[in-house]
Nanobody, 121 residues
Framework: QAQLVESGGGLVQPGGSLRLSCVVS????????MAWYRQSPGNQQRELVA????????DYIEFVKGRFTISRDNAKKTLYLEMNSLKPEDTAVYYC??????????????WGQGTQVTVSS
């Protein structure tokens, strides 16, 4: 059973930066497409934010394009999300998970605990 451990969140002012990490254990990390999701206050569903496939190709939702960068280190079994020019609307709990190549469904269960990102002055 895979285990997902996210870290790197915190309180940051608008315009600031954070780097999130997600360590994946119990799975052959390198073969999986991976993604970052977030759950904003008051929302019951997680929103897909960024994806990176096993070949390193990336994609982003429109709102974060040019500000966020997803990357992976297969040797360390770690997924990253570099977040710059943060906005209050980016406030959320951020989670990582695999992403099914054909279905787009999250791959691993259970989810990790997530890491809280709060953007506020």
């Amino acid at each position: 059973q895979a285990q997902l451990v996210e870290s790197g969140g915190g309180l940051v002012q608008p315009g600031g930066s954070l780097r999130l990490s997600c360590v994946v254990s119990g799975a052959l990390f390198m073969i999986y497409d991976m993604a970052w999701y977030r759950q904003s206050p008051g929302n019951q569903q997680r929103e897909l934010v960024a994806t990176i496939n096993s070949d390193g190709n990336t994609d982003y939702i429109e709102f974060v394009k040019g500000r966020f960068t997803i990357s992976r280190d297969n040797a360390k079994k770690t997924l990253y999300l570099e977040m710059n020019s943060l906005k209050p609307e980016d406030t959320a709990v951020y989670y990582c998970n695999g992403r099914g190549a054909r279905t787009g469904a999250p791959t691993f269960a259970p989810w990790g605990q997530g890491t809280q990102v709060t953007v506020s002055s």
